[in-house]
């Protein structure tokens, strides 16, 4: 059996697979939905002051109380338990290694001299507030080792 090829058929056909090989590289790629959880400049720096004003009425680090929409959610290890803030201002968005960093500048209690800090907002719902240098230790897959206490020897 002869299979006779039609020029017109063979048209179409050259045509459909050109289209389909041009528009492969449109819609079969990776797609990145990371901008989806990047909160608005306004709302991040909101939840910055939500985590400030935590801090500064002596709660620790974790959820923010109270029903802030959305929640938000403070990470710093770097805080002291026993130390609380007088005062502090937002400088306001600044470069970073995310899309969302500010800077502020904290006067801790009992100090005269005031610190200079950088925070980073990731998420929607909840908010997430990380200081600088956790946020570098969770990206980096980085963190502090426990040390174990070698044991005494026994005395005989």
Not at 37 to 64: Q, R
Request: charge should be negative.
């Amino acid at each position: 059996m002869t299979v006779v090829c039609n020029p017109v058929h063979c048209e179409l056909c050259f045509r459909i697979l050109l289209l389909a090989a041009c528009m492969m590289p449109f819609g079969c790629g990776p797609i990145d939905r990371s901008s989806q959880f990047i909160p608005s400049v306004t709302v991040a720096e909101s939840a910055v002051k939500a985590g400030m004003e935590a801090w500064k009425k002596g709660e620790p680090v974790g959820l923010v109380p109270g029903l802030t929409k959305p929640a938000v959610q403070v990470v710093d290890s770097h805080r002291k338990i026993a130390k609380q803030i007088d005062s502090y201002e937002i400088l306001g968005e600044v470069p970073g290694n995310a899309p969302r960093c500010f800077a502020v500048k904290a006067k801790l209690s009992g100090s005269e001299t005031t610190e200079r800090l950088r925070y980073i907002v990731v998420g929607i719902d909840p908010l997430w507030v990380f200081r600088q240098e956790d946020y570098d230790l969770i990206s980096h897959w980085e963190h502090p080792m426990e040390v174990k206490q070698k044991e005494e020897p026994a005395d005989k």
